[in-house]
C-alpha cells in the first residue's frame, strides 16, 4: 500500500513558475514509477509526467514538454514537477499517482492517487 500527498500548489501570473511535491509513504517508493496528471473543471484527467523507478527515463505531454520538469529522490520518497513559464490554460487539480507496473501513461494503469493540489495559473 502506498498513500501519497501533494503539496506546493497555488496561484501564479501567467509565466511563474511553482514546484509540486508528492510525499510517498512505503518502504517501496523506488519500485513504483510515478506520474502527475491534472483535471481541470469540465475536463477528463490527463497524463502530464511520468518517470520510472530509477528516474531514468521520463516521459511528458506534448502540452509542457519543455516547460515542466519531473524528477524523483529515492531517499526521500518524494517525485516533484518543477513547472516553469505557466500559462492559464495549466490551471487544474495537480494529482500525483504511482504504479507497480509498466505500461502506457494513462490513468487506468496507476495504482494509488494522492487527494490532488489546485494550481492556478492568472492572465
Known amino acids: 500500500q502506498v498513500q501519497l500527498v501533494e503539496s506546493g500548489g497555488g496561484l501564479v501570473q501567467a509565466g511563474g513558475s511553482l514546484r509540486l511535491s508528492c510525499a510517498a509513504s512505503?518502504?517501496?517508493?523506488?519500485?513504483?514509477?510515478m506520474a502527475w496528471f491534472r483535471q481541470a473543471p469540465g475536463k477528463e484527467r490527463e497524463f502530464v509526467a511520468g518517470i520510472i523507478w530509477s528516474g531514468g527515463r521520463t516521459s511528458y505531454a506534448d502540452s509542457v514538454k519543455g516547460r515542466f520538469t519531473i524528477s524523483r529522490d529515492n531517499a526521500k520518497n518524494t517525485v516533484y514537477l518543477q513547472m516553469n513559464s505557466l500559462k492559464p490554460e495549466d490551471t487544474a487539480v495537480y494529482y500525483c499517482?504511482?504504479?507497480?507496473?509498466?505500461?502506457?501513461?494513462?490513468?487506468?494503469?496507476?495504482?494509488?492517487w494522492g487527494q490532488g493540489t489546485q494550481v492556478t495559473v492568472s492572465s
Open positions: 499517482a504511482a504504479r507497480s507496473a509498466s505500461g502506457s501513461y494513462t490513468y487506468s494503469t496507476y495504482d494509488y
Open positions: 512505503g518502504r517501496t517508493f523506488n519500485s513504483y514509477g
